[in-house]
């Protein structure tokens, strides 16, 4: 069965000291509570902080660039998440999509050498307000995911976890309701089967986002096609994310 996975992602938030501070405080809170997996995404000059002091949580970076090496100032490549110790990669995120303007083609890319590097995807979609009140949210995920995971195959479907993050609900408090994250979930689910046969679309872990916090994440954790969460501002307070590892355990 697939796995409930509960990962922060950190956006440009905390230095190193913070990210110590963080971990150090997180550590005895979720000492064995290994039956979900906690990821947490930090910016890049905190990863090797990171790494060093996650114990049980595993490390994503929030951005790579799809090419080992060459002249892309600014970038970091996969080679570079590797030789760190990382081994996840936030991709896609809408934030990335809005304010940089990356497009699906270029977020297969990254995905395809994701893979390739032994690094695993965290592929972000979703729906803008805009979309949503056009009726449009199920084209619009659909066209991300179809483009998005173009040209994978049945067997590296294994190794990526997709996150449904509805542009309306993140960072404004205004959360999907279980009910209409779980009809998103459900429709990508019946996506997944349509690509890549139903033994594959029922192990993909499919993480909600989007104002996910303690107070309601066990009813969206507990909907029956969403596997955990990714989490934005709740997940920057250790005694915080600790809640929302606890409600992934109860949600299984
Ligand atoms: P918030 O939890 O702050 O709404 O952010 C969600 C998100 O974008 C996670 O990637």
Same mark, same amino acid.
């Given at each position: 069965?697939?796995? #409930?996975?509960?990962?922060?992602?950190?956006?440009? &938030?905390?230095?190193?000291?913070?990210?110590?501070? =963080?971990?150090?405080?997180?550590?005895?809170?979720?000492?064995?509570?290994?039956?979900?997996?906690?990821?947490?995404?930090?910016?890049?000059?905190?990863?090797?902080?990171?790494? !060093?002091?996650?114990? &049980?949580?595993? #490390?994503?970076?929030?951005?790579? &660039?799809?090419?080992?090496?060459?002249?892309?100032?600014?970038?970091? *490549?996969?080679?570079? @998440?590797?030789?760190?110790?990382?081994?996840?990669? #936030?991709?896609?995120? *809408?934030? !990335?999509?809005?304010?940089?303007?990356?497009?699906?083609?270029?977020? /297969?890319?990254?995905?395809?050498?994701? @893979?390739?590097?032994?690094?695993?995807?965290?592929?972000?979609?979703?729906?803008?307000?805009?979309?949503?009140?056009? /009726?449009?949210?199920?084209?619009?995920?659909?066209?991300?995911? !179809?483009?998005?995971?173009?040209?994978?195959?049945?067997?590296?479907?294994?190794?990526?976890?997709?996150?449904?993050?509805?542009?309306?609900?993140?960072?404004?408090?205004?959360?999907?309701? *279980?009910?209409?994250?779980?009809?998103?979930?459900? =429709?990508? !689910?019946? @996506?997944?089967?349509?690509? =890549?046969?139903?033994?594959?679309?029922?192990?993909?872990?499919?993480?909600?986002?989007?104002?996910?916090?303690?107070?309601?994440?066990?009813?969206?954790?507990?909907?029956?096609?969403?596997?955990?969460? @990714?989490?934005?501002?709740?997940?920057?307070?250790?005694?915080? =994310?600790?809640?929302?590892?606890?409600?992934?355990?109860?949600?299984?």
């Amino acid at each position: 069965m697939r796995r #409930i996975i509960v990962a922060g992602n950190w956006k440009m &938030n905390k230095t190193r000291k913070e990210t110590e501070d =963080f971990f150090k405080a997180l550590k005895p809170l979720v000492e064995g509570k290994d039956k979900v997996e906690m990821v947490i995404g930090v910016p890049f000059t905190n990863l090797e902080t990171a790494v !060093r002091e996650a114990g &049980n949580v595993k #490390i994503a970076a929030q951005n790579m &660039n799809p090419k080992e090496s060459g002249a892309y100032t600014g970038e970091i *490549s996969p080679l570079m @998440l590797k030789d760190l110790g990382v081994e996840y990669v #936030i991709l896609g995120h *809408s934030e !990335r999509r809005e304010y940089y303007k990356e497009s699906n083609e270029f977020i /297969n890319e990254k995905v395809k050498s994701a @893979l390739s590097h032994d690094l695993k995807p965290i592929l972000c979609f979703g729906e803008t307000l805009e979309q949503r009140e056009g /009726n449009i949210t199920e084209k619009v995920v659909e066209e991300q995911i !179809r483009e998005g995971l173009k040209d994978i195959t049945k067997e590296q479907m294994a190794n990526v976890v997709l996150a449904y993050e509805p542009v309306w609900a993140i960072g404004t408090g205004k959360t999907a309701t *279980s009910l209409q994250a779980q009809e998103v979930h459900a =429709f990508i !689910r019946n @996506l997944l089967t349509d690509m =890549f046969g139903k033994e594959v679309a029922e192990n993909v872990t499919v993480q909600y986002g989007g104002s996910m916090k303690p107070e309601n994440a066990l009813e969206l954790m507990s909907q029956t096609d969403i596997d955990g969460g @990714l989490i934005g501002g709740a997940a920057l307070d250790p005694s915080s =994310f600790a809640k929302l590892v606890e409600a992934g355990i109860q949600a299984l």
